[in-house]
């Protein structure tokens, strides 16, 4: 996905949804802090943006889902899609994220994910293409490894959270 994208991609959102706050998470929140990963880099395969949108209802979230999401016809004619997200996403994110959020330019109500916040939550989801897309950001020096340890530290995780966070974070700070 492209910053364009994507910025097409949340106006249409917010003015559907008639939000006074959107939140982009995900992989393509990189994007508000890294636009240039979408030209050839490590988002140029993403396809979707996650989105969380304030305020928000079940029937909103239907129609937006209906009209954005993967298999609308926004989808089919522009080759991307918002995946509309619930607020209880929140208790995912490491304590003290909204403190963090990036402002996306050009907007006064849009705002991305940290960093760091994404590659801790990709860190102890632990799927293959997560651990890859934060491998790549450690590469590209984007994020550093001392500080997602620390903001790994900070997240409230369960005994099994804790050690398959431990056991991801080795394995992509491995030469």
Do not use: C
């Amino acid at each position: 996905m492209r910053i364009h994208a994507l910025k097409h991609l949340v106006k249409a959102a917010g003015a559907l949804g008639e939000s006074r706050k959107v939140v982009v998470l995900g992989s393509a929140s990189l994007l508000v802090s890294f636009p240039e990963l979408g030209e050839a880099g490590l988002l140029e395969n993403t396809y979707d943006a996650d989105l969380l949108l304030e305020p928000i209802s079940k029937e909103i979230a239907a129609f937006l889902n209906e009209s954005l999401g993967q298999g609308s016809l926004f989808n089919a004619e522009k080759g991307y899609h918002a995946d509309i997200l619930h607020p209880t996403i929140a208790a995912s994110l490491p304590p003290g994220w909204e403190d963090r959020l990036v402002p996306m330019d050009g907007f006064n109500n849009v705002f991305a994910l940290d960093p760091l916040d994404l590659a801790a939550v990709k860190v102890v989801v632990g799927r293959e293409k997560d651990l890859a897309l934060v491998k790549g950001l450690l590469e590209l020096k984007k994020i550093t490894e001392e500080k997602l340890r620390e903001r790994l530290y900070t997240m409230p995780l369960g005994e099994k959270e804790m050690f398959r966070a431990g056991r991801n974070f080795v394995e992509i700070i491995k030469p």
